[in-house]
């Protein structure tokens, strides 16, 4: 089955800079990458997801980039604020199967210091 | 609309006792998920369903059950609770768009 790896589990990062969150997975046959944002005692939320037909995807500060050959993709967040906080979760998963389920990394605990 | 909804949001349960809990969701969704998640586990799979009347084993699927009698929702079963199964758990679900939308969990501890 799928393996997702995720670094680092935590991240300190000042106001104002990147944050950058790496995962690989074993599958090749993976083409769906999400990344979800989770809050402490909330849900889990996508805020940016990416499919193999594509090599980069962007949304206002955050942006995802991925590598099919080395079986990595990265999340990319620029101008960091303290509503950044969070942990957050890297998944992939085979699309166009009746499976579809997620397999998640292990989560990036991200801290900003205003 | 709701989106996904769990109930119970806490709950303690002695070795031994059983348990359901239920996922509800109104968005008509095909997919939905049962997770648990653990700390520095990330979010493991237990089971899941592709439609109603049907399930399959997900990661982690021992000691649990779970039917889909109903489209809109899934329930995930404990029929002997052990203390391994304290954990966070999620349902989520999803329609053909991929993007998978989480329930605000329950919090479960066995005794």
């Known amino acids: 089955g799928e393996n997702v790896e995720q670094h680092p589990s935590t991240l300190s990062v000042q106001e104002g800079d990147s944050a950058v969150i790496k995962c690989t997975y074993s599958?090749?046959?993976?083409?769906?990458f999400p990344w979800y944002k989770q809050e402490l005692g909330k849900r889990p939320q996508l805020i940016i997801d990416?499919?193999?037909?594509?090599g980069e995807k962007k949304d206002q500060r955050i942006a995802v980039t991925l590598n099919k050959t080395a079986k990595h993709f990265s999340l990319h967040i620029t101008e960091t604020q303290p509503e950044d906080s969070a942990v957050y979760f890297c998944?992939?998963?085979?699309?166009?199967?009746?499976?579809?389920?997620?397999?998640f990394g292990s989560g990036t605990r991200l801290q900003v210091q205003p | 609309n709701a989106g996904v909804t769990q109930t119970p949001k806490f709950r303690v349960l002695k070795t031994g006792q059983s348990m359901t809990l239920l996922c509800a969701q109104d968005?008509?969704?095909?997919?939905m998920y049962w997770y648990r998640q653990d700390p520095g586990m990330g979010l493991r799979l237990i089971h899941y369903?592709?439609?109603?009347?049907?399930?399959a084993k997900g990661e982690v699927p021992d000691g649990y059950n779970v039917s889909r009698l109903k489209k809109q929702n899934f329930l995930l079963g404990l029929e002997s609770a052990a203390p391994s199964q304290t954990s966070v758990y999620f349902c989520?679900?999803?329609?053909?768009?991929?993007?998978?939308?989480f329930g605000p969990g329950t919090r479960l501890t066995v005794l």
């Open positions: 989520a679900s999803s329609y053909t768009k991929d993007t998978q939308y």
């Open positions: 599958d090749s046959a993976s083409n769906y």
């Open positions: 990416i499919r193999s037909n594509v």
């Open positions: 998944a992939a998963s085979i699309m166009d199967t009746g499976r579809r389920a997620l397999t």
């Open positions: 968005m008509n969704h095909e997919y």
């Open positions: 369903s592709v439609g109603e009347g049907t399930t």
